[in-house]
Every structure is written in structure tokens, then in C-alpha cells.
């Protein structure tokens, strides 16, 4: 049963997206079967000690050479998905072993249905991370820096009404808050916040009313930050990502009752 459950899964991967990165060059094609494997790991498709096809069978599934797929299985063994023994094969490594700071993980995890508590641990990050950034940046942003952040809020004023649109300029904001700084430890998470930013992006992109509801918890922010006020600064963070996983919730509420909905009619 298993077998022919991992079979349908890279089936499917190969009829759809790594059809077409063949066709895109050998960087596409690997960076798409890392994705196919690990997006139907991080969801639940192999399970925690569950062994993935062997090279022959998922080469041929995926409709790749066995190369392409060593390197891809490298590359999820990185981030701690699975572990390949001699006889034994690759397996799936158990979830505390994930590395869910993984920018691929973190996307992976939102890709599909998302809980309450997916929420939670999304918003539980950007508060570990995002309000003491604001206030170093108090502290330490350069005259250059603060502009650079007017003028991505300049930006955002723009696009407000527009949640596509919006999307770029905030994520310059939060960004540049994180390099402002002056921390290279800091600023190392950038790549994970962005991840972090784009789940809530793709969340609550549904508001009818776009973001220009968030542009004053915006200024706030950027102004205390350009007086030198850490305290304001970290507290006014707060109340925007508090502000902000309450619109997630609301989105993520109407998304699952919709689909509740059609279940319930279908």
C-alpha cells in the first residue's frame, strides 16, 4: 500500500512541475525535485520513519536521472527531512529533527491547509525575532537607513488598497529593520523573516479592504525608529504583528469555513 501511495505522489510531481523544469535547464529541474519531495514530506505524504522509493523507482517516476535525484535527496538530508543508510534506504527522519528555520521547510509547512496553531507558531517567530530588531535599529540606524525605510513606506501608501502590490514594499520595510541593526547575526535572518512575511502575505490576501488599515501601525514604527526611540519602536512592532496575525486568523477562519462549506455540499 505504501508503495503504490509514493508512486501516485511522484506520479503526479512529474506530469505537472518537473515536466516542465526539465525543459528549463538542470538548476530548475533540481531545485523542483528538492521541492516536489520535500513539499509531500513536510505534508504528510511520507510519514516519520517511512521509507521513500528506491533510486530506480523514484528516478523513473520523477522522470529524472539518478544524479539529479542523489543531489536533491542531499539537499533535503540538509535540512533534516531525511537520512539515506546503506540497505535501509532513504527514510524520513522524525519532525523534531526538521529544521523548520528553513526558509523551503517553512514554505513547505504553510503550503497547504493551515491550522490555528500554524498561526500561532508563525507569529510566535516574527515576535522572537522582529520587535528587539526595531529597537537596535532605534539605536543604530544611519541617516541612510531611515530613509530608505520612508521610502518604502512611501510606497506602501501607494499600493495600500492593492494586497499584491502591497506585498513588495512591506517586505522592504521589514527587511531594512532587520539590517538597520547593524547585527550580521541578525541580518543573516532575513531570508527566514521574508519566508515568515510571505506566509502572512499569502494568508490574509483576501481582505477586500487591502492594507491601508496597517499603514499607521507602519508609520509608528518607522517614525520611532527615526527619533531614536527603542522602546517605541519595539512596542510599536508588537502591536503591528499582533495586529496583523489577528487579520491572518480572520482570513485563515473564512478560508476553512469555506471549505467546510463545499465539503458539507459536495
Keep these: 500500500m505504501n508503495s503504490m501511495k509514493n508512486r501516485k505522489s511522484f506520479s503526479t510531481a512529474r506530469t505537472?512541475?518537473?515536466?516542465?523544469?526539465?525543459?528549463?535547464?538542470?538548476?530548475?529541474?533540481?531545485a523542483t525535485v528538492v521541492e516536489q519531495i520535500g513539499l509531500r514530506i513536510v505534508q504528510g505524504d511520507f510519514l516519520p520513519g517511512e521509507a521513500l522509493p528506491n533510486a530506480d523507482d523514484s528516478s523513473e517516476m520523477l522522470g529524472v536521472s539518478r544524479t539529479v535525484l542523489r543531489e536533491a535527496i542531499k539537499v533535503l538530508a540538509g535540512k533534516g527531512l531525511v537520512e539515506s543508510r546503506p540497505k535501509t534506504g532513504t527514510r524520513v527522519r522524525p519532525r523534531a529533527d526538521w529544521n523548520f528555520l528553513d526558509p523551503d521547510v517553512l514554505s513547505w509547512r504553510y503550503a497547504g491547509g493551515v491550522?490555528?496553531?500554524?498561526?500561532?507558531?508563525?507569529?510566535?517567530?516574527?515576535?522572537?525575532?522582529?520587535?528587539?530588531?526595531?529597537?537596535?535599529?532605534?539605536?543604530?540606524?544611519?541617516?541612510?537607513?531611515?530613509?530608505?525605510?520612508?521610502?518604502?513606506?512611501?510606497?506602501?501608501e501607494a499600493v495600500s488598497d492593492d494586497g499584491d502590490r502591497f506585498a513588495k514594499p512591506d517586505l522592504l520595510f521589514h527587511q531594512t529593520i532587520l539590517r538597520m541593526t547593524g547585527n550580521e547575526l541578525i541580518g543573516?535572518?532575513?531570508?527566514?523573516?521574508?519566508?515568515?512575511?510571505?506566509?502572512?502575505?499569502?494568508?490574509?490576501?483576501?481582505?477586500?479592504?487591502?492594507?491601508?488599515?496597517?499603514?499607521?501601525?507602519?508609520?509608528?514604527?518607522?517614525?520611532?525608529?527615526?527619533?531614536?526611540?527603542?522602546?517605541?519602536?519595539?512596542?510599536?512592532?508588537?502591536?503591528?504583528?499582533?495586529?496583523?496575525e489577528d487579520d491572518v486568523r480572520r482570513s485563515v477562519e473564512n478560508r476553512n469555513k469555506r471549505r467546510n462549506d463545499r465539503g458539507l455540499q459536495s
Excluded: W, Y
Design 188 to 244: 543573516s535572518l532575513a531570508a527566514l523573516v521574508e519566508t515568515a512575511l510571505v506566509m502572512s502575505f499569502r494568508l490574509s490576501n483576501d481582505n477586500p479592504e487591502g492594507q491601508r488599515h496597517s499603514l499607521p501601525l507602519h508609520r509608528e514604527v518607522a517614525e520611532k525608529i527615526a527619533v531614536g526611540d527603542a522602546a517605541g519602536a519595539q512596542k510599536a512592532l508588537l502591536v503591528l504583528i499582533d495586529n496583523a
Design 16 to 30: 505537472s512541475r518537473v515536466a516542465v523544469a526539465v525543459s528549463s535547464g538542470s538548476t530548475a529541474l533540481h
Design 115 to 156: 491550522s490555528a496553531d500554524d498561526v500561532r507558531a508563525l507569529f510566535e517567530l516574527r515576535r522572537a525575532i522582529e520587535p528587539m530588531s526595531a529597537a537596535l535599529a532605534a539605536q543604530r540606524a544611519t541617516p541612510v537607513q531611515v530613509a530608505e525605510i520612508h521610502a518604502a513606506l512611501t510606497e506602501m
